[in-house]
């Protein structure tokens, strides 16, 4: 199987979460969808060392995406598409303010300081009907999954982890780091979130 370039797909929609990186939806000319990851030029280690830990947790565990490409030359990882929705769209679908537009926070950089997202999250931390019980509990197992590894994800944030309807998936390794002794910027980020204080 040939590595997907970016100048070889149709780009289906793309997003951005910051500086470091745009990524693509990209259908690629054998009609797969995957994610091309394109970093800007002053995040190459930050790039390489998602390379390296998303290579060495997908041989391990079924929540994360594969590494299907790299080309450093170019900055671009290229990975695996899972499908499913952001947790940030799935809450702010259910639990934020009628009439809200959810392709608004397709690339919103400053979603965390933003009203609108809090008051959705302090919505789901509180919910207890069944759908957002069992994205807890899927939370909760993936993010344990993980520790076991002995890798924290160090972004534990809403645009980082796709719902499927059954399993969380975790994406964007370019924060993590060894769990040595206390994965404590996940315990915060999960608390913060979702209302989960053990995991």
């Known amino acids: 199987m ?3 370039l970016l100048d070889e797909g149709r780009i289906l929609c793309s997003w951005t979460n910051g500086r470091k990186a745009v990524a693509l939806l990209v259908e690629d000319t054998h009609g ?12 190459v280690a930050t790039m390489l060392r998602e390379y390296f830990v998303t290579k060495h947790l997908a041989r391990r565990l079924q929540i994360v995406p594969r590494v299907l490409g790299f080309q450093i030359l170019r900055r671009q990882l290229v990975l695996s598409y899972i499908e499913g929705q952001r947790v940030l769209e799935w809450v702010l679908q259910r639990y934020g303010d009628p009439g809200l537009e959810l392709h608004a926070f397709q690339s919103y950089d400053y979603f965390d300081t933003c009203m609108i997202v809090d008051r959705a ?3 789901f931390r509180e919910a207890v009907d069944p759908s957002a019980v069992r994205l807890k509990q899927a939370i909760r197992q993936s993010y344990a ?5 002995g890798f924290a994800h160090g972004s534990a944030d809403p645009r980082n982890v796709i719902y499927d309807g059954r399993t969380v998936h975790i ?3 370019d924060h993590s780091r060894p769990r040595l002794r206390s994965e404590k910027p996940d315990q915060r980020g999960l608390a913060r979130w979702y209302g989960l204080t053990e995991v």
């Open 32 to 43: 797969r969808k995957v994610v091309v990851k394109r970093y800007r030029t002053r995040f």
């Open 2 to 4: 040939s590595t997907p």
């Open 121 to 123: 999250f302090s919505r």
């Open 171 to 173: 994406i964007d390794f």
């Open 145 to 149: 999954a993980l520790h076991q590894t």
